[in-house]
C-alpha cells in the first residue's frame, strides 16, 4: 500500500536529520565571543574628569581613575559581563553588559552593549531593557539581588536587594540579573578582596542570650573595644611626615579615647543603652540591618574627637569608617539624640553616635570587623597639605552570639522555579488530565458531545492559562538559542530560566517518541488554540473554507521545512538573519506580546488568522517551523496508536473527509506527522452511530472489532 508522505519525504527524514547533526558538529568547534570595547570606547563611557587606566593583566578589567586630592584614586572597575560570565539568553548568545563596579562592591553603572533577547527584538523595543539595568545604580554586589514582579519595589519589596521586574520578560530579565551578579563577583573577588560568600547571607545575633554584665566585663571579654591614641603613638604614625610633632601636650596626652561595641547582641546593646533604649533601637533597625555604637570620653571641643560637636547627625562620619576583611562597610549615624541621660550606668561620660549598617552592606558581625579613626595633619602655610593616618581597632564576637542562615543557596536558576511553583502545580495538572484522556481511546474520546467540551474547555486554558499568563509558548527562537548557544559557551543553562517552557519542552519532546507531533500543535499550542477558537467564526460568518488540492498541499507542506532550514542555518552562521527570519512565527505578537506591537507584526499575525478562516491552521500545516522540527522527531514515535478498520479507505472515506488537517491518505492511513490528534476520527470510529462500516454492519446484524493498522 503506498505510503501517504507527501513527495520529498526522504530529504525531510533522512537528509535534514544528517545536515542538522553535522551543522552541530561545526558549531561546537567554533569560538566563544568576547568583549567589544577598547579604550577610545571606554572613554566615550567615561568621560573627563574621569580617566581610563590601563587595563588589568589578569582580568580583562579596566580600572576608572578620578583625581583626588591631587592623585588619582579608583573610581571604579569597568569590565564587560560577556567576558567573566558567559551565560547564554533566550537568544542563544550571552547579553554584553558594561558594568562599573565601585570599590566598595557597589554598582556605578550598568548600561547595555548587545543582547539578543527576543522578546526585545523587535517586540517590547530595547527601551525596557534599558531601563530595567539602570536600576542596578547604587546596588550591591554583596547581596543577593532578585528580579521581583513589575513595580515590586512601589509594592513594598526591598529596594536593596530587589529590581523591579519586566511584564513578559521574566525569563529574559532573570538571565541579565544573573549575567550582571555573576560577573560582578568575579571582579569582586580579584580586584576588591570579598566573593560570593555572604551574598544572601543573613547573620542575626541570638535574641534570647542575655547576662547583665557592666562595661569592666564587656571590655575584659572583649565584647566591647576600646581604642586610645596618644601624643606618642600619633607621633610614631606621623614620624617622617612633616608633622609627627604637631600634637599638643605631653607624650602620654590622649588624643581620642573611643569605645566601640556591635549593638545587636542583647548582652551588649541592654547593658549599654537600658532595655526601654534598647528595644525601641531594634523596632528602629529592623531585621538583618546593624547598629554600632561610638562613645569618645575626650572633651567636645577637641580637635581630635570624631563624635564632637563638628559632628553632622545622620551623616557619614568623616573621621570613622568601619571595615572587614579589607573592605569599607557602608554605616551612617542614625540621628539619634547624643547627649541623653538614658544610657546605662557605669558609661564613663562622653559623646556617643550610633552607626548604622545596612543588610545590603554584607557585613557579617560574627566575623572579625575593624573601627577606624582617621588623624589628619597639614603640613605648609601657602599650599597645604593634608597627612592622614588611620588608628584601628578590630572587634571579634563568638560565633555561638548569632545565627547564620542563607535560606536562598542553590544555583540563580533555582529562584524562579521556586517564584513559579503554583503555575507549574497548574501546568502539570493539565498534563496529568490530558494524557489519560487521549490514551483511554474508549472513554472519554469516545463520547462525541462530551469530549468535545472537554477540548474547547482545554484549549481555552492553553490559550489563556499557558499561552497569555505563564508565557510558555513553545517557539522556534529556543531552537535558535541552542544553534547560538553551541557557538559561545556551550552552556544551555538558560533553558531553567524559564521553567513552564522547559517543562513543556520535556512533555512535548516525550509525546513526540511515542505519539508523535500532535500532542503538542492539538493541544498545547497557544497559537494553535486561538487558531481553533477564531475558525469558530466560520460558520455564523457564513465562510465555506476552501480545500487545498492535493498536489498543492503537498507542496505547501514541504515549505515549513525550508523555513526551519533557513532559520537554523542563519543562526548557525552567526547571522542576525535568524532573528528576522524567526518572525514568521506569529507567537511573540498574538501570544507573548498579546498583540500590543507595531503595525506590520500585528497585521501580519490577524492575517493568520484570517487566513485560518478559509484554511483551516494554514499556518501550522504550511509555514510553521516548530511544527517542522516536531514533525521530523515525530517520525521516530514508537506507536502507531490511532485506531483504523479494514474498512478504512475502501470503501469508507468518512474520516478522511471530516479530518480537517489532511492528515488522512485516501488508503485510510494517519499521516502522524502532519495529524494534530484532535482526535475526531477516533471518536468517529467508536460512534456505532458515525462509523459506517458499523452503521453497516448494524443493519447486516454483525459486529467488527476496530483494530490498529501499522503504517509501512
Known sequence: MPSPLPRGG?????????????????????????????????????????????????????????????????????????????????????????????????????KVIAHREPVFLEGLGSEPLFAFVEQYAGLSAKQAIRVGRPNARAAGAPPQTTVDGISMATASTRVINQSILASALVVARGKLGFGAANV???????????????????????????????????????????????????????????????????????????????????????????????????????????????????????????????????????????????????LPPGNWSILRIDQAAGFDPSAPWVLAETIVRERGQILSEKIARTFPV????????????????????????????????????????????????????AHRRAFAAFRLAFLALTLGFVGWSAQAQLSIVTLVGLVRAATTTHDLAFLLYDPPSLVLWAFALATLLVWGRGTFCGWLCPFGALQEFVALLARPLRIRQVTVPAGLDRALRQLKYGVLAGILGAAAAGSPLADSLSEVEPFKTAITLSFVRSGPFVAYAAGLLVLNLFVYKGFCRYLCPLGASLALVGRLRVLDWIPRRAECGSPCQLCKVRCRYGAIAPSGRIDYPECFQCMDCVTIIHDPAQCVPQVVDRKRKRRSAPHPMAVT
Open 200 to 346: 544572601g547571607l543573613s547573620v542575626q545575633a541570638k535574641p534570647g542570650l542575655y547576662e547583665p554584665l557592666g562595661l569592666p566585663d564587656l571590655l575584659a571579654r572583649g565584647w566591647v573595644k576600646r581604642l586610645t591614641v596618644t601624643n606618642a603613638q600619633a607621633a610614631v604614625a606621623f614620624k617622617g611626615s612633616g608633622v609627627a610633632e604637631s600634637g599638643e601636650g605631653a607624650a602620654d596626652a590622649v588624643l581620642t579615647d573611643l569605645y566601640v561595641a556591635y549593638l545587636n547582641v542583647p548582652t551588649i546593646g541592654r547593658n549599654l543603652l537600658g532595655q526601654a533604649r534598647f528595644d525601641a533601637l531594634m523596632r528602629e533597625l529592623g531585621p538583618d540591618n546593624h547598629a554600632v555604637m561610638v562613645l569618645s570620653t575626650g572633651p567636645a571641643d577637641a580637635p581630635e574627637n570624631p563624635v564632637g560637636e563638628r559632628f553632622v547627625l545622620g551623616a557619614v562620619p568623616d573621621r570613622l569608617a568601619v571595615s572587614q576583611s579589607g573592605l569599607i562597610v557602608g554605616a551612617r549615624d542614625m540621628a539619634v539624640e547624643r547627649r541623653d541621660a538614658g544610657l546605662a550606668e557605669g
Open 394 to 445: 578590630e572587634t571579634a564576637l563568638p560565633a555561638d552570639l548569632f545565627t547564620r542562615a542563607k535560606p536562598d543557596d542553590g544555583p540563580s536558576w533555582t529562584d524562579p522555579w521556586r517564584a513559579r511553583a503554583p503555575e507549574l502545580a497548574a501546568i502539570g495538572l493539565m498534563l496529568a488530565i490530558l494524557v489519560p484522556v487521549l490514551a483511554r481511546q474508549r472513554g472519554l474520546v
Open 10 to 110: 526522504w530529504w525531510a527524514t533522512r537528509a535534514c536529520p544528517l545536515c542538522l547533526a553535522l551543522l552541530a558538529f561545526l558549531l561546537a568547534i567554533l569560538p566563544a565571543s568576547a568583549g567589544q570595547l577598547d579604550r577610545a570606547a571606554l572613554e566615550s563611557h567615561f568621560p573627563p574628569p574621569l580617566v581610563v587606566g590601563e587595563k588589568d593583566g589578569a582580568l580583562p578589567v579596566w580600572p576608572i581613575l578620578k583625581q583626588q586630592a591631587g592623585a588619582y584614586e579608583v573610581f571604579a572597575y569597568a569590565f564587560e559581563s560577556v567576558d567573566l560570565a558567559p551565560i547564554p539568553g533566550f537568544g542563544g548568545t550571552p547579553p554584553d553588559l558594561l558594568i562599573a563596579l565601585a570599590p566598595d562592591g557597589t554598582f556605578r553603572d550598568v
